[in-house]
C-alpha cells in the first residue's frame, strides 16, 4: 500500500488564543437564535382521536435519535401484525398520497380544517376509492412509486373512519402505524404527545452512560486527550452518580446515552428533553417539540458521530459544534455548552433527561480543574478544512470538492492512496475517515485508467465498508473521469459491474393453475449497483407490482388483468449500470 498523506493530524479542535479564558478556544461558529419555532404553545387536547382501534403503545418516540434524522413522528405498535384498522385522527380531505419502496413506504396525509394536517406511514392497503384511485394511476404512470395531490375536493374523511391497513411498507422495521401531525402551513412535523392521546407513562428516562470530551487542544480529561468514558451508579429511581472522579483543563463538554420508556412496552424510546447545569446555571437545553425537515440531517452535529460510527450507541451531546444549525434548543448559552475548565477549581455538573410526562432523571458529579499540561498540535492551516469554507483537493488520478458547511467543525483534511485491492479496477483513494460525518453532498472524481475505459457503461465510483464490502456510489461521466455525489468519508474506487439482476420466483407460476393463488411473488436481488427499475406485464398489459427493497421481495396481486384461460406473464428488471433480466411464465386461470 504507497501512502499519499497530506496530514496525520487527529481529528479534534483548533486553537485561535482567545485571551480570555472563560471563551471557548474553537473558533468559527455563528451565533444561534435563542428564540426557535419550537416555542411554547397551547395544542389542542381534545381535537385528534387516536389513529388505531388497539391501545396505543409505542416503539418510538417523537424527535428520537435514528440513523442520519431525528423520528418526526410517533411509531404505534400494532400487535405484531400487519392489517389493524387505520382511521382518520380528525375530519379532512386527502392532501397527498405517496408510495415508495423506500422510506415511509405506503403513506397517506389528511389535511385539517384546524391548521394541521396528519401522516399515516408504513401502510399495507389503502381501500376504498382512494385505493382504486391510487391503483389508477400507477397504472396510467406505470410506476408502483408514484406522488398525488388529488385535492381537497376529491377523497374527504370523518374522524374514525377507517381508510387503510397498517402494515410494514417502505423503511419500516417491523409491523406498526408511524403517525404525524404537521403544521399545515410550514408542514414542520410537531410532537403528537402535546395533543392529548392517551399513553400511559410514570416511568423515568434510563441513563446509560456519560461521556467527558477535551474539546479545546489543549485540553484533558483524566489525561486523556479523547472523550472519557465514566462509568454510573444507580442511587435510586431515576437517580445516577459517577463512580469516577474526573480531572479536566482546558475546554470541555460532555454527552449522555439515554433513552425513555412508556408504560407496556420494553422498547428504548427517544427522550423529550435533555439540559446541562454547571455550577447551578443552565448551560445547555434541548426540547423535542418541533422539527424541520432542513435540519434534520444536524442530528450528526448532536450526537457523537464517531462514537456511533464504531461502536453503534449514540450519545447526545450537551454541547454545541460550531456549524450546527439545529432550532431545537430553548436556551443556548454564550458559551454553546463548552465548559472552560480553571486551575484548581471545583464545578459541580448536573444533566437531566426527561419524558413529555414530566418523569426525569439526573446524573450528578464533579469536575477538579487542573493546570494545562498539553502542548498543542502544530495545524498547518493550508490542510484545515474550515466548516465554513469550500475546499478543494486533487492529484492526478482524484478531484474532491467540498462546498462550505459539509462539516460540523474545523477538520485537518487527512488523504490517502492505495494502489491496489481487489474486487476494484482502479486505486482506493481514503478522504478523511468514514467516522467523520458529511452534512451535505460533495463531489468525488477518480480519474478512469484503461480498464475503466474499456468498460465504461458499466463502471462505476463504489465507496466500501467496514468489511470491505462494495457500496455503489455514482455513475456519471465528466469526460475520462468518473464522479459521484456522496454524503459519506471513507475510501473509494472505480468497479465495474457486469452482472445482471437475479430474479427468483418465490411461488412458482411456470405452465401451471394458479387458481388458488392471490400473488405472484419474487425475489429480486443484484450484486453491486442496484435494482434501479422493475416492469411486470401479463398479456402484454403492463401490472403494478408492490416491492420491498428490505426483503427483496416483488409481488403481482393478481387481478382483472389476469383472464380465465392462458395468460403469458413477463417480468424485466434492470440494475443501475443497465444490465437486465428477463422472466417468462405462461399459466393459466
Known amino acids: 500500500m504507497r501512502y499519499l498523506l497530506f496530514s496525520m493530524l487527529t481529528f479534534g479542535w483548533v486553537i485561535m488564543g482567545f485571551a480570555n479564558k472563560e471563551t471557548p478556544k474553537y473558533f468559527g461558529f455563528q451565533q444561534l437564535s435563542n428564540t426557535t419555532f419550537a416555542d411554547e404553545k397551547e395544542y389542542p387536547k381534545d381535537y385528534f382521536a387516536p389513529p388505531l382501534d388497539i391501545p396505543l403503545v409505542l416503539s418510538g418516540n417523537f424527535g428520537e435519535l435514528r440513523s442520519n434524522h431525528f423520528h418526526s413522528g410517533i411509531d404505534i405498535k400494532t400487535q405484531g401484525v400487519t392489517g389493524k384498522n387505520v382511521l382518520a385522527s380528525a375530519d379532512g380531505y386527502v392532501s ?94 410537531v410532537n403528537p404527545l402535546h395533543f392529548g392521546f392517551a399513553i400511559q407513562d410514570n416511568i423515568p428516562p434510563v441513563i446509560q ?66 439540559e446541562m447545569f454547571v455550577n447551578n446555571e443552565k448551560r445547555y437545553d434541548f426540547k423535542a417539540d418541533k422539527l424541520d425537515f432542513n435540519e434534520t440531517r444536524y442530528l450528526n452535529a448532536l450526537i457523537d458521530y464517531e462514537r456511533f460510527y464504531k461502536l453503534k450507541n449514540r450519545y447526545h451531546k450537551t454541547f454545541l459544534e460550531p456549524g450546527i444549525r439545529l432550532n431545537m434548543f430553548p436556551y443556548i448559552h454564550p458559551q454553546r455548552g463548552v465548559v472552560s475548565i480553571l486551575p484548581d477549581s471545583l464545578y459541580q455538573v448536573e444533566i437531566r433527561t426527561s419524558d413529555i410526562e414530566g418523569n426525569q432523571s439526573v446524573v450528578k458529579f464533579e469536575v477538579r480543574g487542573k493546570p494545562i499540561t498539553r502542548v498543542p498540535d502544530d495545524v498547518h492551516s493550508d490542510s484545515l478544512i474550515k466548516h465554513n469554507q469550500s475546499y478543494y483537493f486533487q492529484t492526478d488520478s482524484v478531484r474532491i470538492q467540498l462546498p462550505a458547511h459539509v462539516l460540523y467543525r474545523n477538520t485537518p483534511f487527512t488523504y490517502a492512496f492505495e494502489s491496489k485491492r481487489n474486487a476494484v479496477v482502479s486505486g482506493v ?28 457503461e458499466k463502471a462505476c465510483v463504489v465507496s466500501f465498508t467496514a468489511n470491505n464490502g462494495l457500496v455503489y456510489e455514482g455513475k456519471a461521466w465528466e469526460g475520462d473521469w468518473l464522479v459521484a455525489s456522496t454524503r459519506s468519508f471513507g475510501a473509494y474506487a472505480i468497479a465495474i459491474d457486469t452482472i445482471a439482476p437475479k430474479i427468483t420466483p418465490l411461488n412458482s407460476v411456470a405452465n401451471s393453475n394458479i387458481n ?74
Do not use: C
Open 96 to 189: 397527498r398520497v405517496k408510495i415508495s419502496p423506500w422510506g415511509y413506504g405506503k403513506a397517506v396525509y389528511i389535511t385539517h380544517p384546524n391548521g394541521y394536517t396528519t401522516v399515516y406511514a408504513h401502510l399495507d392497503e389503502i381501500l376504498g376509492d382512494l385505493g382504486a384511485y391510487i391503483k389508477q394511476q400507477q397504472v396510467q404512470q406505470q410506476s408502483f412509486a408514484v406522488d398525488l395531490f388529488p385535492g381537497k375536493n376529491r377523497f374527504s374523511y370523518v374522524q374514525g373512519q377507517v381508510f387503510a391497513k397498517s402494515g410494514n411498507s417502505g423503511g419500516s422495521g417491523g409491523p406498526h402505524l408511524h403517525f404525524e401531525i404537521r403544521e399545515t402551513a410550514t408542514e414542520r412535523p
Open 429 to 456: 483513494h481514503h478522504i478523511l475517515e468514514g467516522s467523520v460525518p458529511a452534512h451535505k453532498y460533495f463531489t468525488v472524481k477518480i480519474k478512469a485508467n484503461t480498464t475503466a475505459l474499456q468498460h465504461r
Open 209 to 274: 452512560g456519560v461521556q467527558v470530551h477535551p474539546l479545546s487542544e489543549d485540553a484533558d480529561v483524566n489525561g486523556l486527550h479523547h472523550p472519557f468514558a465514566a462509568q454510573l451508579d444507580v442511587q435510586g429511581k431515576g437517580v445516577y452518580a459517577l463512580r469516577n472522579t474526573i480531572t479536566a483543563a482546558g475546554d470541555i463538554g460532555f454527552s449522555i446515552n439515554t433513552f425513555d420508556r412508556q408504560n407496556g412496552a420494553s422498547n428504548q424510546n427517544g427522550v423529550y428533553r435533555v
Open 516 to 589: 388458488k393463488q392471490q400473488t405472484i411473488a419474487f425475489k429480486i436481488t443484484d450484486d453491486l449497483s442496484g435494482v434501479d427499475s422493475f416492469r411486470g406485464t401479463v398479456n402484454g398489459k403492463w401490472v403494478v407490482m408492490d416491492y420491498d427493497p428490505k426483503t427483496s421481495r416483488l409481488v403481482y396481486t393478481i387481478d382483472e388483468t389476469t383472464t380465465s384461460g392462458r395468460n403469458t406473464f413477463e417480468l424485466t428488471v434492470t440494475d443501475n449500470l443497465g444490465n437486465q433480466s428477463n422472466y417468462t411464465a405462461n399459466f393459466t386461470r
